[in-house]
C-alpha cells in the first residue's frame, strides 16, 4: 500500500478551457467524492484571477479504505466523522494553507516534506499538519473491519523471533499505549540498523519517518481518536483495537515493501 | 531534584494538595471540589467534571503514590538506576496531581463568583502589563489554541521580578518547569480530555466559554500574597 496521498494541482491559468479540462479529467480519473469536491472548489477559486500564473501545491484527505462505519462496534461512526471529518480533514486544510504561502516547500512528497520540515528536531511550522496528515493516513489503513486475530507467515515468525511470541509482543504493545505520556501514536516499526521489529512510542506528531525506521502498524493515542468510544479508559480501547481492528494484510504488505530495503536474513528453504 | 521541588510546593500552603504521612512516605490524595460537578454548567459540562475529577485527577495521584513508593524502595536500595528511571513517572503523575489540584481552585460556579473579574492589585497588574483584561484572555486564548497536542496554558507571576506571565506547558510540566521563580495564578487544562464530550475538536469555543466561570478571587489571592 503506496503511502503516496500527494500529488499536485499545476494550473498553469490560460483561456479556462484549459483549466477546465483539468478538472473533469481528473474527476473521471478519481472516483472519491471529495477529491472532486477538491477540485470543483479550486476550479471557483482559480476562476477568479486568470491572467497570472499561480502554482499551487496541494495535499487532499484520502477517504479510509471502508466506510466510516465499518469499524462499528469498536470504533464508532460517530468517531469516525469526528476524527477523519474534523481532525484529519483540519490537518490536511491547514497544510495547503501554509504551503499556499511557502514556495519554498512545493513540490516535495509527503515523505519528504515530513522530514524536511522537521528540521533535524527543530520543526517547521508546517511540520505538524504534514506529519499528522501522513500519520492519520497510516493509521485509517492499519485498520479494518474484522480485524484483530493474528498475523501469519513471515510476519508472524518475525514477531515471535524478535519478541519470543506474539502475546508478549500484544502486551508489550499495549503496555507502550498505557505509558505513553500525553499524546502520542504506538508504533510496530522494523528497525533498518538492527533488522528487527520494535515497538516505539512517538509524541504528538512525531513518526518513524524521522528516524528512518519503516512504520508496520499504528495506533493512535491522542484522546481525541478514543475518548468519545472509550472515555479515559485507555487499556479498553487499545485491546479492543489489538483484537479487532488491527489489519494484519495491511502490516503483511508494508513488511513485505519493508523487506525491499531491510535484508532481514535468507529464508530457511528446507533442501530436499 | 524532582522530588524537592514537589515537597517546595507543598509549602506554598492550603493548595488542598491531601497530603498525609503514612509509614513515614507521604501519600497524596484526591481533593474534594468544592462545587458540584454540574455547578460549572453549560461553560463545563457535569460529564466532564466528574470523568476529569474522578478518573483523569484520580488516576495521577494513584500513580504518583505508586511512583514515591517506588521511589522510596530504591532510594533506600541506593538504586540510582530505577530512581532516574522513576523520574519521568514522578513529573508526569506529580505535575498532573498538582495542576488539577491549582485547577479546581481556578473554576468557581458563576453564583460564587465564577467569572467576575479580579479587583484589587492583580486586576490593576493586569491593566498595567497587557492593557486590558481582554487582550489577556486573547492572548492566553491564542496560545492555549495553538498548543499542539496536550498542555496548560498559565497566567503567572514571576516573585523575583513581580511581573506577570502568559505560559504554555506541555504535557502535566507544572508552570515552575518554565521558570523557577514562576508562580502561577490561573490554568486551564487544554488536554483534550478537559473539553473533547462537550466541544468536541473546537478548542477554541471551550476556551472562549470557560472565562466563564474562572475564580479570579483564588488568583487574586495568591497574587497578593506573592507581591504584597
Same mark, same amino acid.
Given at each position: 500500500i503506496m503511502m503516496e496521498t500527494s500529488w499536485s494541482c499545476c494550473t498553469n491559468l490560460g483561456p479556462s478551457g484549459s483549466s477546465l479540462l483539468v478538472t473533469s479529467d481528473m474527476s473521471k480519473l478519481f472516483q472519491k467524492p471529495n477529491f472532486a469536491q477538491l477540485c470543483q472548489q479550486k476550479k471557483k477559486e482559480l476562476q477568479? /484571477?486568470?491572467r497570472s500564473a499561480r502554482i499551487h501545491a496541494y495535499y487532499g484527505l484520502k477517504s479510509p479504505p471502508y466506510k466510516l462505519d465499518a469499524l462499528e462496534p469498536y470504533m464508532s461512526q460517530r468517531t469516525l466523522e469526528m476524527h477523519w471529518g474534523k481532525h484529519h480533514r483540519s490537518y490536511v486544510e491547514n497544510l495547503n494553507k501554509q504551503l499556499e504561502k511557502n514556495d519554498m516547500l512545493y513540490g516535495y512528497t509527503m515523505d519528504e516534506l515530513i522530514k524536511v520540515t522537521y528540521n533535524n528536531g527543530n520543526p517547521l511550522p508546517e511540520f505538524n499538519n504534514a506529519a499528522q496528515v501522513w500519520n492519520h493516513d497510516f493509521f485509517w489503513e492499519s485498520m *479494518? /473491519?474484522?480485524?484483530g486475530n493474528m498475523p501469519i507467515f513471515g510476519l508472524l515468525q518475525q514477531i515471535e523471533k524478535d519478541f519470543g511470541s506474539f502475546t508478549n509482543f500484544r502486551e508489550k504493545f499495549i503496555e507502550a499505549s498505557l505509558t505513553l505520556f500525553g499524546s502520542g501514536w504506538v508504533w510496530l516499526v522494523l528497525r533498518r540498523n538492527e533488522k528487527r521489529l520494535a515497538i516505539l512510542k512517538t509524541s504528538n506528531a512525531i513518526n518513524p519517518l524521522i528516524s528512518a525506521d519503516i512504520p508496520i502498524i499504528s495506533l493512535d493515542m491522542w484522546e481525541h481518536a478514543y475518548y468519545l468510544d472509550y472515555k479515559n479508559d485507555k487499556g479498553k480501547y487499545a485491546n479492543v483495537f489489538m483484537d479487532h481492528l488491527v489489519s494484519w494484510n495491511a502490516a503483511t504488505v508494508r513488511m513485505a515493501r519493508a523487506q525491499a530495503f531491510v535484508n532481514l536474513g535468507e529464508p530457511k528453504i528446507p533442501v530436499a | 531534584m524532582a522530588l524537592r521541588t514537589l515537597v517546595a510546593r507543598?509549602?506554598?500552603? +492550603? %493548595?488542598? %494538595?491531601?497530603f498525609r504521612q503514612l509509614r513515614g512516605l507521604q501519600t497524596y490524595s484526591l481533593p474534594d471540589l468544592p462545587?458540584?460537578?454540574?455547578? %460549572?454548567? /453549560?461553560?463545563?459540562?457535569g460529564e466532564i467534571m466528574q470523568l476529569h475529577h474522578q478518573k483523569h485527577h484520580q488516576a495521577y495521584v494513584t500513580n504518583y503514590n505508586k511512583a514515591l513508593e517506588q521511589l522510596d524502595a530504591a532510594t533506600a536500595k541506593g538504586d540510582s538506576h530505577t530512581v532516574a528511571k522513576l523520574l519521568s513517572a514522578l513529573k508526569f503523575n506529580g505535575g498532573g496531581h498538582i495542576n488539577h489540584s491549582i485547577f479546581w481552585k481556578n473554576l468557581a460556579p458563576v453564583k460564587e463568583g465564577g467569572g467576575e473579574p479580579p479587583h484589587g492589585s492583580l486586576g490593576w497588574a493586569i491593566d498595567n502589563h497587557f492593557g486590558s483584561m481582554e487582550v489577556l484572555v486573547q492572548k492566553m486564548n491564542t496560545e492555549g489554541a495553538a498548543l499542539q497536542g496536550s498542555g496548560w496554558v498559565w497566567l503567572g507571576v514571576d516573585k523575583e521580578l513581580k511581573t506577570l506571565v502568559v505560559q504554555t506547558t506541555e504535557n *502535566?510540566? /507544572? %508552570?515552575?518547569?518554565?521558570?523557577? +521563580?514562576l508562580v502561577p495564578l490561573l490554568g486551564i487544562d487544554v488536554w483534550e480530555h478537559a473539553y473533547y464530550l462537550q466541544y468536541k475538536n473546537v478548542r477554541p469555543d471551550y476556551l472562549k466559554n470557560i472565562w466563564k466561570v474562572i475564580n479570579w478571587k483564588f488568583a487574586g489571592e495568591v497574587y497578593k500574597k506573592e507581591c504584597p
Amino acid at each position: 500500500i503506496m503511502m503516496e496521498t500527494s500529488w499536485s494541482c499545476c494550473t498553469n491559468l490560460g483561456p479556462s478551457g484549459s483549466s477546465l479540462l483539468v478538472t473533469s479529467d481528473m474527476s473521471k480519473l478519481f472516483q472519491k467524492p471529495n477529491f472532486a469536491q477538491l477540485c470543483q472548489q479550486k476550479k471557483k477559486e482559480l476562476q477568479g /484571477p486568470r491572467r497570472s500564473a499561480r502554482i499551487h501545491a496541494y495535499y487532499g484527505l484520502k477517504s479510509p479504505p471502508y466506510k466510516l462505519d465499518a469499524l462499528e462496534p469498536y470504533m464508532s461512526q460517530r468517531t469516525l466523522e469526528m476524527h477523519w471529518g474534523k481532525h484529519h480533514r483540519s490537518y490536511v486544510e491547514n497544510l495547503n494553507k501554509q504551503l499556499e504561502k511557502n514556495d519554498m516547500l512545493y513540490g516535495y512528497t509527503m515523505d519528504e516534506l515530513i522530514k524536511v520540515t522537521y528540521n533535524n528536531g527543530n520543526p517547521l511550522p508546517e511540520f505538524n499538519n504534514a506529519a499528522q496528515v501522513w500519520n492519520h493516513d497510516f493509521f485509517w489503513e492499519s485498520m *479494518q /473491519p474484522g480485524g484483530g486475530n493474528m498475523p501469519i507467515f513471515g510476519l508472524l515468525q518475525q514477531i515471535e523471533k524478535d519478541f519470543g511470541s506474539f502475546t508478549n509482543f500484544r502486551e508489550k504493545f499495549i503496555e507502550a499505549s498505557l505509558t505513553l505520556f500525553g499524546s502520542g501514536w504506538v508504533w510496530l516499526v522494523l528497525r533498518r540498523n538492527e533488522k528487527r521489529l520494535a515497538i516505539l512510542k512517538t509524541s504528538n506528531a512525531i513518526n518513524p519517518l524521522i528516524s528512518a525506521d519503516i512504520p508496520i502498524i499504528s495506533l493512535d493515542m491522542w484522546e481525541h481518536a478514543y475518548y468519545l468510544d472509550y472515555k479515559n479508559d485507555k487499556g479498553k480501547y487499545a485491546n479492543v483495537f489489538m483484537d479487532h481492528l488491527v489489519s494484519w494484510n495491511a502490516a503483511t504488505v508494508r513488511m513485505a515493501r519493508a523487506q525491499a530495503f531491510v535484508n532481514l536474513g535468507e529464508p530457511k528453504i528446507p533442501v530436499a | 531534584m524532582a522530588l524537592r521541588t514537589l515537597v517546595a510546593r507543598k509549602s506554598l500552603g +492550603n %493548595l488542598g %494538595l491531601g497530603f498525609r504521612q503514612l509509614r513515614g512516605l507521604q501519600t497524596y490524595s484526591l481533593p474534594d471540589l468544592p462545587y458540584d460537578y454540574g455547578a %460549572l454548567e /453549560p461553560a463545563i459540562s457535569g460529564e466532564i467534571m466528574q470523568l476529569h475529577h474522578q478518573k483523569h485527577h484520580q488516576a495521577y495521584v494513584t500513580n504518583y503514590n505508586k511512583a514515591l513508593e517506588q521511589l522510596d524502595a530504591a532510594t533506600a536500595k541506593g538504586d540510582s538506576h530505577t530512581v532516574a528511571k522513576l523520574l519521568s513517572a514522578l513529573k508526569f503523575n506529580g505535575g498532573g496531581h498538582i495542576n488539577h489540584s491549582i485547577f479546581w481552585k481556578n473554576l468557581a460556579p458563576v453564583k460564587e463568583g465564577g467569572g467576575e473579574p479580579p479587583h484589587g492589585s492583580l486586576g490593576w497588574a493586569i491593566d498595567n502589563h497587557f492593557g486590558s483584561m481582554e487582550v489577556l484572555v486573547q492572548k492566553m486564548n491564542t496560545e492555549g489554541a495553538a498548543l499542539q497536542g496536550s498542555g496548560w496554558v498559565w497566567l503567572g507571576v514571576d516573585k523575583e521580578l513581580k511581573t506577570l506571565v502568559v505560559q504554555t506547558t506541555e504535557n *502535566q510540566d /507544572p %508552570l515552575v518547569s518554565k521558570g523557577a +521563580n514562576l508562580v502561577p495564578l490561573l490554568g486551564i487544562d487544554v488536554w483534550e480530555h478537559a473539553y473533547y464530550l462537550q466541544y468536541k475538536n473546537v478548542r477554541p469555543d471551550y476556551l472562549k466559554n470557560i472565562w466563564k466561570v474562572i475564580n479570579w478571587k483564588f488568583a487574586g489571592e495568591v497574587y497578593k500574597k506573592e507581591c504584597p
